[in-house]
């Protein structure tokens, strides 16, 4: 078990003799056979000087006297971890050497590359050697890997596969359409999405596996996360899940994804297979609408809502306040411009234009530029707010139109906007950051509100319950509970004076001595989930 992650690393599809030979070996150089936690086959072991316990033996060829060959250590499976970082195994009580008897290290070493590679690492062997190392690199060796499921397109198209993540985790089941005569009509091929499948779930698969394939209680590893999601010039989404031991030489899983904006979730489908000298390749296709660009939310009249949660951003009242004066970030004499900014309304003060479109203004000495006109369309896109003013005065550098970018960022304690111009990366590009409480939804929105049975295909929304702030059940006089569904309590809410910390989902109120006192039961600690059809399960935790 990893000491950090509480990984459990098996290696018991190493079991069976592998041939080690020398670097530089000639033709009388000795070769050893090594075995993972088993026995060395019995038609190896050449002469009775070898125990047949042994998990490792030395051997020499034939024109060599047999009297040399000997056993470097009897088998066992007491994997261990050495100094809490290398994972190593070691083989004891082989034949005689000049210091007791030969034994046999072996340290595993973590590689993500389809083949596994053993090799001796020790000094070159002698009569009187009497410990042999190995090295055994193998993707056994290393912690699973939970990756990003968001990509952006090099044309800043963002792809966002977060939500089939959440989904996934207790296995996808994979259609398996047409005939492979390796494959039996009951088999179940489950996938996970950007991590390895949940250990403990009716998947029951390999620890670590992201692809996994099952039948007549036989379970094979088709597949491990070993890289980032990656994008296509065709625009399809690809995940790569190599290192997989449920072949007698290596697996690999690709799955691929197409827009589909009319199917929902999806259903992965198996496309292709090949079973190549011991070698599997597993071919998915999925068409989902997750797999679609992630299309920014666009509204007027200075506010935006959020599909997601229902939420308005609204800033309205920030177009009625006064224009917004900034003032230069620093006191370097050449760095010494001034802004002045107004939200979906034009400036009131001058900017040399006669226009009164004016939206953003940069000054400098006696000199003044338009950075943008003027409009109301705020943009949501990413869980970000953001308002563009275009069609400024011309860039001399590049002959382009002044932009500016207003981003919108929560400050809950900004009880007016404060505003902040970023350094100029783009000649003409002005990125100004505006710090607001009005950014701030009303609550921590902690998972995606749906729950989805990966049996039948069936998806349950609880969004409705999640665009609620907060939900209230009084038991007594003294105890009312308060909780939220997929997101925290608000700051503030019921009429007792007092709540729960930052964060909280579920808190209880209760009143002893005529005080009232809060209590904290805990936060959404995974999405809903159904243990069973028909019955939807939010699990709340805390550590308090």
Known sequence: QDPTSGFVLSFLSLEGSTRVLLDDATPSSPFFYLSICSVIDSEILLTSAITSDSGAVQLYPNSVSDAKNSSLGTTNSNVFYSDGELIQLKYTEGSACSSGKKSTLITFVCSHLITTSLSYIGSLPTDDTCLFEFEYKTILACPPITTECVITSAD?????????????????????????????ESASLRISVCQPLEVGSTTTCTNGSASCLSYDDQIFDLGRVTGDLQLSQQGELQLIYSGGTGCSKSALTVITWR????????????????????SCYYDIVWNSEYACPVLANQESDCAVTDPDTGFIYNFTSLSKLPDIKIQPNSTDSTDQYYYTLSICRPITSSCGDSSGLTGACQSYNDRQFVTGLYNSTLTLSDGEVQLVYTGGDTCRSNNVNRTTIIRFYCDKTASSPRAVVLPELTHCLYEILLYTDLACPPSQILFQCTAYNSEN????????????????VSVSDSLVYYFSVCSSLPSQYGDKGVQCGTGTSFCALQQKDNAWKAINLGTMARPPYLPQDNLIVIYYSTTD
């Open 259 to 278: 827009c589909d904006r009319t199917v929902g979730v999806g259903q992965p489908l198996l496309s292709l297979h090949r079973n190549t000298s011991g």
């Open 457 to 472: 295909g069936n998806t349950y929304d609880l969004s409705s319950l999640q665009h609620r702030s907060y939900f209230e």
């Open 156 to 184: 800043g198209l963002l792809y966002d596969l977060t939500r089939l993540k959440q989904l996934s985790l207790t296995g996808f089941p994979v259609s398996i359409s047409g005939q492979y005569r390796d494959i039996p």
